[in-house]
Structure formats: C-alpha cells, structure tokens
C-alpha cells in the first residue's frame, strides 16, 4: 500500500495559480518537506501495479510531476548525448525566481570588469569534463579535428593546410575573419623593407606598382603595447601556478601580414613580420617567394622560412580571436545580457525563449 504522507494542503494562492493555469514554479523552487525520490518511486509503481488512481493531491501532483521531469531530463540528456547533440530544455520559472538566481557581483567586487554574474545558479553550473566532453559515438569531440581536413577539401583538393591559399583563406573563414582591412600606411613600409632587403626587382617592385586598394593586413603590431611588453621584452606567458598553463612556457607574437587580392578574387600573402617592434627594420620581417596565387617554381612544403612567418601569424591571429572577439566582445557581453534577460524577462517570453538554448552551459564558462 503506498506511504506518500500528505503533509499540507495547498495554500489559497497555490490554489488560485493551479486554478488560474499559471503554471506551477520549477522543481528546483517548489517547497518541499524533506523525501526521498527512491520511495516515491518505488510507491509509484507500487501504485501503478495496485491500478490505484493517481496522483489525488496538488503536492503528490507535485512530487510525481518532479520524480517525471528528472527522469525525462535523464533520458533526454542521454538521447542527446549519444547522438551527439546538445540537449535544451527550458525551465519554466516565476521572474522574481529567476531575480533571486541570477544577480549581478557588486561594484565593489567587480574587479573592473563589465556587469557579471554574482554566483552561478546550480542548474547551470556544468563541469569542465562535461563542457568539452566528447560527446559522440565515434569518439568525435566538441571541437572537430576532421572540420581541418573539411576545409581543405571545401577550398581545393589541391592546397594542402600549409599553402598560401588555405593560409588566406583563414583569414576570411578562419578563426578570426573579422579583422582583416585595408592596408593603408603598411604598403610603404612594406615596400621600403623590401628594399632594404634587396627585393627591388621583385616584391618591392610589385609593391610600387600595386593597386593600394588591393592591398590588404592584419595588424597585430599593438600587441606589445596591449600586453604591457617592451620591444626587448620576450612575449612568454606569466607564471601560472594552479592553471592549465603550469609547467608549460607558451610564447606569443605580435604578426603583421601583408595579403594581396588578385583580380580573379583570389586572396595571397606577400609579406610577414612575425614579431613587430616599433618598426619593420628593427623586426624580422618574411616575404613570400611567391608573388602570386600561379606562381608554382616555389616548393610551399620546403620553404621553411615562410610557413615558420605564416604560423606566427596564425599564432597572433588566434591571440586576438579569443582576447578580443571570443573572451572580450562576446563572453563578457554575453553573460551580462544573459542576466539581464532572466531578470527582467519572463520564461515564457519569446526573446526569452529565443535565446536560451544558446545559454546553455555558457555561465559555466567563467
Ligand atoms: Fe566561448
């Protein structure tokens, strides 16, 4: 016989929103006495082999409602995790819940930093191990090593990673496609240290004769001055004694890149200065061999010296992405949209529910 003990009845305002059709707060605010999930289920199904009528009472509702919805999420999550996709379920809650969840830290303890999350609620805290779990079948993780072997192939079966062309082509559907611009004050200076380095029948001179407005860079040269380094100074990281860097020593760049766009549309890279400091003739400064997409009399494989300049770019081309498109314009914004939205935003509001499945996990992300 079962042994859920009704302990209260329902109080007038509970019954008004049960009337009403509001519907019943979360499962994680709903007030309960102390239970034991184990029992409950198993009266349950005590129950269900009885064919007793259940559940009688809005709490036992509640409750059964509550053990359904753990067992749903589980399920699902399972489903979702074995097929390789995120699950998202969204939880239905009063605002001034969702106001006592989610407060923005204090001025005083904001360190400097944009509005934040004071203390992230349970339902959205995830483990490290579960953020970046592989997540599908075949092993495959979050973040797909086959997409570099896609790329290649979507650009030409032909160009190989290391080439010029994939190399450019990063730099428009790459990690960081949003920085790239017009070469402007670049093109003489450029072209000046292709004649320091005797380059005047080649690159100095396709420099001289170019069309500026098919001259194209990412500049990275602040980097130094971003990052508080000197031009003497060596770009390595600080001590990191608890973190994921510990033991390890990783080195950062400070990349000029030079590109040029031919009039078929294809974008190719003339010149690097992997570190730049204060000038191209104080810095190490690489010109490409090859003065355009055609020109094949370049081994691209061998030329050591310009994939070394091409990954230092891509170093500070990375650098940048997760300082300042990945951490600063879009984290640190998101997470104060994200508790503004659920303090001020009912549940079932539909900019609400637009956005929340792309919350998932990101308060995690701190
Ligand atoms: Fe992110």
């Known amino acids: 016989m079962s042994t859920i003990q009704i302990r209260t009845m329902p109080s007038e305002k509970l019954a008004k929103s049960i009337l009403s059709g509001v519907t019943p707060a979360a499962k994680e605010t709903f007030k309960l006495d102390s239970w034991d999930p184990a029992v409950f289920i198993s009266d349950l199904l005590l129950q269900n ?21 753990a067992k749903g999420i589980g399920s699902y999550s399972s489903y979702m995790d074995t097929i390789g996709f995120e699950p998202s379920i969204a939880v239905a809650r009063e605002l001034k819940d969702q106001q006592q969840l989610y407060k923005f830290v204090t001025e005083e303890r904001s360190e400097g930093y944009p509005p934040h999350l004071e203390v992230v609620p349970p339902i959205d805290v995830f483990e490290k191990e579960d953020i970046f779990a592989e997540n599908g079948p075949d ?48 093109v003489s200076r450029f072209t000046v240290e292709a004649q320091r380095q005797r380059l005047d029948k080649t690159m100095a001179q396709l420099l001289e004769r170019a069309d500026p407005a098919s001259l194209f860079v990412q500049d990275c040269s602040y980097f130094r001055e971003a990052f508080g380094f000197s031009a003497k100074d060596q770009q390595k990281n600080i001590a990191d004694p608890g ?31 992997i570190d730049y400091k204060e000038s191209l003739e104080k810095s190490v400064t690489i010109f490409n061999k090859r003065l355009s997409p055609s020109q094949t009399n370049v081994d691209q494989e061998t030329d050591w010296p310009w994939r070394y300049a091409k990954t230092c770019a891509q170093v500070s081309d990375w650098i940048r992405h997760e300082l300042a498109i990945h951490l600063t314009n879009t984290h640190l914004i998101e997470e104060g949209i994200i508790v503004a939205a659920h303090r001020t935003l009912p549940s079932d509001h539909a900019v609400n529910r637009l956005l929340s499945p792309h919350w998932i996990k990101t308060l995690s992300l701190k």
């Open 49 to 69: 082999t009885s064919n007793e009528k259940i559940p009688k009472t809005y709490e036992q509702t509640s409750k059964s409602m509550s053990v359904a919805f």
């Open 139 to 186: 092993g495959e993780t979050n973040i797909n090593q086959s997409s570099i072997g896609d790329l290649e192939g979507d650009i030409d079966p032909n160009k190989k990673w290391y080439s010029d062309a994939i190399f450019a082509q990063q730099n428009f559907t790459g990690i960081n496609p949003t920085t790239i611009e017009s070469a402007g004050k670049w």
């Open 243 to 273: 973190g994921c860097f510990r033991g390890s020593t990783r080195w950062g760049c400070a990349a000029v890149t030079l590109f040029q766009l031919d009039p078929q549309g294809k974008l190719h890279p003339l010149a690097i200065a």
